[in-house]
Structures are given as structure tokens and as C-alpha cells.
């Protein structure tokens, strides 16, 4: 019987920033088509994590694979391959600022065209698509607003419609909901699920939102000194007989009973 | 106990050359788009024609007049012309166009970058697939190296105009006392002189403004203190590698006489 094998695999990586220790020697399996939420408090790396995975930066050692194809130890054609895979989401959105919405939106395509897609993607046809990811996230009409212009949620969903755009196989999400009112968080947790099912991609999502991560996630994990400490179903994470998890979990019920519970 | 500075700037220094080396190899191997070169030849360039033109022709005035009220002592006031020209041409307009485009287009770069990096943006390239260097950093630096040598030589013109106009409408020299030493004793090793030095100038100015713009971090305040911290290091290095290339340049004159006769005259 064959073993399943998974989208990414991360195996005993590790990152220092001087003498912190950031990741030590974590290990994380994420299977294709669904979506992991790793929680976390503020500061114990969760987004580095993101970062060592989506190659922005340089873990000190480790494996990361993509489909079974280690990413650190491949040549740049085969990285730049893999990356064009994924996409990333950023906890402030991250939108260039020097242009307008549908130019961000459209940028990754004016880049590299559509890595789908064989034939030479057309300017008409980039925009064409931009602009259906922009209805998708409900932000038809403000193309050519500048991210200045938008509020805060807004350009959390410029940011989505300009990763959606094109159709990566990954995924990630830094805190997409940090900063947000419970309303607008609750529509970019839609809007995350809505694009995670018609794309069918391979999600992590970084938050220390528990509510966020009972409605996006399949599983979830616990980022602790520097590794995932647990990862299992939602339904099983509350069971855990952990009093790092217990703490977390009561912490979380806490904030949010006293900003109005659930 | 001072150790951690010290490293701290030889790693700075270390990681400057190896942007310097990164850009030049990504510029070489795969050049950035078009659209990206044109915007920043606009910027370095076209954008910085007012300020240029005020800071050459400022500076011929103020030649033309110290050398007129200076040399009318010794009678030798007919080499007003020939001095303007020569001071523009191989120290000030160099030196003087680099600090312009330092204080206009270095100290926006910087910031331009720092805000990016703060922000994320930079991350949000890479994580587009996009190199940063290739995207922001080579067109800049091409745009730098095309032109600075062309607002120097801008500038020299520039200076060479306002000495003539303040030495023959406001002294009352003879025009062709100005002119007429320029082309006898102005050679073509004046003007290499001069653009080898502003193409040097226009690495600094590029790659430090960029490193400094892309390794800043600490929000709006750090993105200030690298912006402040840019300026300063471009002055101070263009001063010191005007006095380094002089040297160099000067001590090929022999050999550009004995083997490119061309160069000299």
C-alpha cells in the first residue's frame, strides 16, 4: 500500500534571528486540497514559517518539499517553477502601492502570463481575468482606486483577488483577518473558503483568530517554541489534554466573550 | 564590547558588494523590462534637467566672477573662459550633478524602497516570483549609469553658459577672449575624466540609496534614519572616490599619451 504523499512537506526546519530561535526544527505534512490553520500566539514565528515556505527567506536548515521535490536543494529554474506555484496573502495585504488596484491585481500575469496556460496570455485577456477576480471578492468598480483609497478590508480583498487571480496550487494566508471589525473578518473567511473550494488548492493559514480558524480550517495546529506542537481535526483540537492548548483555547474563549463571543 | 558594531558593518559592507555584484549579473543575464528603464531614465533624468541646469549655471556665475575679480590683479583675466570650462568639466559638474541626484533621486529611492520593504511589498514580489533586484534595483541602476555622465556633460554646458554670459554681459570680456582657449586647450582626456567619474558616481549613488532603501526596517522612523543615513554615506563616498578616481585617471595620462594619442588632444 502506497503512503499518500503530501502537497508540502516541511521537515526539521530551523531559523534563528540572532540568538531567538524562531523555528526549531519544526515538521509539518499538509495534503493536497485542504486547508491547515496554525495558531499561535502573537510573535512565535507562524509567519516566518509562511516565509521560509513561500522562499522569502532562507531557512538555516531543513527540508521543504513541494510534491516530494525538496525546494531548498533545487536548482533556480526548478525553485522559480515551484514558486509560481504558490502565493501568499499578507497580513497587511501588501498591495504596490505605486499602482492602481487592477494593475496589482493583474501584475503576477503581466509578469509571468498564466503558468496554466500554454498559449501566450493577452493583455485584453489579463485584465479580463483581473477583473472577474476583482468581482469574485466583491470589488467590482474600484480598479482603478488606489490602495491608499481602500479601507482596510478592501485591501485585504485586493490582496486575495490579486493571489486568486492566478489560480495558484498553494495558498498561504498571514493572518487574514488581523485588524479586522468581526463583520468584514467574517467575509474574508467566506471569501477564503469560496476560493479555497473552487480552486481547490492546498491552504496553511496563519492566525491567532480561533474563530477564523474553525471556519476555514480542516485541520488545525499549534505553533509552539518553535514547532507545531499538535496538528489534528478542529473537532479533536479542543479535546487535547495539553495545558499549552487549554491555555490558548480558554485565552481565546476569554477575548472573545468579552468582545461579544461568538 | 564593540565587536557587534563592528561586524555588523563589515556584514553591511559585504552584503553592499554582493548587490552591487547581483545587479550586475541580473542586469547582464536577463535585463529588466523596458517600461521599467524608460521610467527611471524620466526620473534620474529628464525630471532632474531644473535642477541641474540651476546648479551648472549657478556654479559658471560664481567661476566666472571669482576667476575675473582673482586673475584681473595679474592681467590674466583672458583665461577666465578656459578655467570655467576646466573646473566644470573635471571636478565641479561631476561632483556637483552627483550631489543633486543624490539629494533628488537617491534620497526618494531609498525612502521609495524602505516603505516597500516595511510594508511588505518587497516580500510580496518574491512572493509573485518576481526577483527584486531585476524589478526595482537594475532599472535604477541602469537608468544611473546612462544618466549621470549625460546631466553632467548637461551641466558642464550648462556652467560653461553662465560663465560666458556673466564674464561678457556683466564684466565686459571679449567673447572670443572666452571662447576661443576652449577648443586649443579643452582635450578629449577632460571629458573622459569627467564621465568616468559621474558613471562612478552613479553606481554610488544607485546601489547605496537601494541597499540602504532595502535593508531598512523599523517602520516610517527606520525608513527616515536609512534615508538620512544614505545621503550622508553617498556625500562622503562621492568625495571619496572623486579623490580616488582623480588620482587613477591622472596617473594614466602617460599611458592614454604613449598608446591612445586620440584621448589626450
Partial sequence: MTEKVPKIRVRDLWKRYGPLEVLAGLDLDVYGGETIVILGRSGVGKSVLLKQIMGIEVPESGVIELDGQDILTSTRREKQTAYKQMGMLFQGAALFDSMNVLENTSFYLNQHGDPRQTDLITKKEIYERAEEALKMVDLEGTGQKMPSDLSGGMRKRAGLARLIVYRPSVMLFDEPTTGLDPITAMQINELIKKTQQELKATSIVVTHDIRSALEVGDRLALHHNGKIRHITTKEEFFQIDDPVIQTFIQNAEVSKSMSGGL | ?265
Fill in chain 2, 1 to 265: 564590547m564593540n565587536s557587534i558594531p563592528f561586524t555588523k558593518s563589515i556584514t553591511s559592507i559585504g552584503e553592499y558588494f554582493l548587490l552591487i555584484a547581483n545587479v550586475f549579473w541580473v542586469s547582464l543575464r536577463r535585463p529588466p523590462q523596458f517600461s521599467l528603464i524608460r521610467n527611471q531614465l524620466y526620473d534620474i533624468g529628464v525630471a532632474s534637467l531644473p535642477v541641474i541646469s540651476i546648479t551648472g549655471f549657478s556654479t559658471g556665475i560664481v567661476l566666472a566672477a571669482q576667476a575675473f575679480f582673482q586673475l584681473s590683479a595679474y592681467g590674466l583675466t583672458s583665461v577666465t573662459g578656459l578655467m570655467v570650462a576646466k573646473a566644470m568639466m573635471v571636478e565641479m559638474g561631476p561632483v556637483l550633478t552627483a550631489f543633486m541626484i543624490t539629494g533628488r533621486v537617491g534620497a526618494s529611492m531609498c525612502a521609495e524602497l524602505g516603505t516597500m520593504r516595511v510594508t511588505e511589498q518587497i516580500d510580496a514580489l518574491k512572493s509573485m516570483a518576481v526577483n527584486p533586484l531585476r524589478y526595482l534595483v537594475a532599472p535604477r541602476f541602469i537608468g544611473g549609469i546612462v544618466m549621470l555622465p549625460l546631466l553632467t556633460i548637461y551641466s558642464c554646458l550648462m556652467g560653461i553658459i553662465g560663465g560666458y554670459m556673466i564674464a561678457v554681459y556683466y564684466y565686459g570680456m571679449d567673447p572670443q577672449t572666452f571662447l576661443d582657449p576652449l577648443p586649443v586647450h579643452l582635450d578629449n582626456f577632460d571629458l573622459f575624466s569627467g564621465i568616468v567619474k559621474s558613471i562612478f558616481f552613479g553606481i554610488v549613488i544607485v546601489t547605496i540609496s537601494c541597499y540602504k532603501g532595502m535593508t531598512s526596517s523599523g517602520g516610517a522612523k527606520g525608513v527616515g534614519r536609512s534615508t538620512t543615513n544614505s545621503v550622508v554615506i553617498c556625500y562622503s563616498v562621492i568625495l571619496i572616490t572623486n579623490f580616488l578616481i582623480t588620482i587613477g585617471i591622472n596617473s594614466l595620462y602617460p599611458f592614454l599619451e604613449r598608446f591612445i594619442p586620440w584621448m589626450v588632444k
